[in-house]
């Protein structure tokens, strides 16, 4: 039998809070996947994957502007990676029946620099979602 030390103590009074935080963080975006709540400013998007397979899921959106923009900024976000695929998605706007299609446009420079900085998430929401690195679409009307 291995005797504990005071250094491997150390280490598991470490690794235990950091597993439970992931495992929290886990739980979170997995309940977060399943429910998808609507909200006032909530939007459906419509991805396609390589077999063109439609993907919907609920996003919220932000307005800059005359801009819409949606974010990933949760770790699951295989609609993101879609869309910047083939960028030709459709949006139903929560106000809207039917869905409308866009041309998702990745933000570069200024543009993405100043979206970040204005959308910026609490250190709250950044604790749920894990600090997930966070990456804007440009829906532009097609």
């Given at each position: ?73 949760h770790w699951p ?66």
């Amino acid at each position: 039998m291995k005797k504990i030390t005071a250094k491997s103590g150390l280490w598991f009074l470490l690794i235990i809070p950091i597993v439970i935080y992931v495992g929290w963080v886990i739980n979170y975006e997995v309940n977060l996947g399943r429910n998808q709540p609507m909200r006032g400013n909530s939007i459906i998007i419509a991805t396609y994957d390589d077999q063109d397979a439609r993907h919907e899921r609920v996003l919220s959106l932000r307005q800059l502007g005359n801009e819409l923009y949606v974010s990933a900024n949760h770790w699951p976000r295989a609609w993101y990676r879609q869309a910047l695929q083939n960028p030709n998605v459709e949006v139903k706007l929560a106000s809207a029946d039917d869905f409308m299609k866009y041309t998702a446009v990745p933000l570069e420079g200024i543009e993405d620099e100043r979206v970040k900085e204005r959308f910026k998430p609490s250190l709250r929401s950044q604790l749920r979602m894990g600090f997930a690195p966070r990456q804007y679409l440009r829906l532009v009307p097609r």
